[in-house]
């Protein structure tokens, strides 16, 4: 999945199909368009991309679904590990806009590139 984070509020917040997610401040907003991979973003906005099968993996282990099975790499003091990133500036994926708003085009992406 991926995550906005605000470099003015250092808020968090999860992406949403279709639906103009901002963070604490309002500095920063983003959203999927409707195909759910591609987003749009706040130019001043960071995406992180947290890894969808590390999160769930260390969701069993830490509700005791599964345990020590060894699958989760763990710090120093008995913390999980979780795989995440910050997506490219230039990710082909992230669009940058200064007002983040729902344009038609966004609802799908097909028809948009289609004309
Ligand atoms: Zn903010």
């Known amino acids: 999945m991926k995550l906005l984070f ?8 999860k992406l949403r199909k279709l639906i103009v997610t901002r963070c604490q401040c309002g500095a920063v907003a983003g959203f999927y368009k409707g195909d759910g991979l ?6 001043e906005a960071m995406v992180v991309g947290l890894d969808n099968r590390s999160l769930a993996r260390a969701y069993m282990q830490t ?3 599964l345990r020590d099975v060894g699958i989760v ?5 008995g913390d999980l590990r979780l795989e995440a ?3 490219s500036l230039d990710s082909p994926r992230i669009e ?3 007002e983040v708003e729902l344009t038609r085009a966004d609802y799908n992406l097909s028809a ?4």
Do not use: L
Not at 38 to 43: C, E, L, M, Q, W
Not at 73 to 77: I, M, R
């Open 6 to 13: 605000c470099p003015q509020c250092q808020d968090v917040r």
């Open 96 to 98: 940058r806009r200064e």
């Open 73 to 77: 790499p763990v710090d120093d003091e």
């Open 85 to 87: 990133w910050a997506i």
């Open 112 to 115: 948009a590139e289609g004309g």
């Open 63 to 65: 509700s005791g679904f």
């Open 38 to 43: 591609h987003a749009v973003v706040s130019t």
